[in-house]
C-alpha cells in the first residue's frame, strides 16, 4: 500500500476515533482499511464448488 494511502488512513481513523468523520470521510476510511487489509493477498480464484450426495441407510 502506498504511503500516501497509509497517511490518509491513519488521518481518517483519528477523525473517526473522535467522532469528527463525515459520512464520505468513514466511507474513504472503510475502502482504505480494506485495501490495507487486502495488500500483499493473493486474489481469490474462482473455483467450481462440489457437492457430493451421502447416502444413509436408516433401519
Known amino acids: 500500500m502506498e504511503r500516501n494511502n497509509i497517511n ?4 481518517l ?3 473517526a476515533m473522535s ?3 463525515n459520512l ?3 466511507k474513504e ?3 482504505l482499511y480494506q ?3 487486502d495488500d500483499g493477498r493473493d486474489k ?3 473455483t467450481a464448488i462440489r457437492h457430493e450426495h ?3 441407510a436408516i433401519g
Open 8 to 11: 490518509r488512513l491513519n488521518v
Open 13 to 15: 481513523f483519528e477523525k
Open 19 to 21: 467522532n469528527q468523520a
Open 24 to 26: 464520505l470521510e468513514r
Open 29 to 31: 476510511l472503510n475502502r
Open 35 to 37: 485495501a490495507f487489509i
Open 44 to 46: 481469490p480464484k474462482a
Open 54 to 56: 451421502i447416502k444413509v
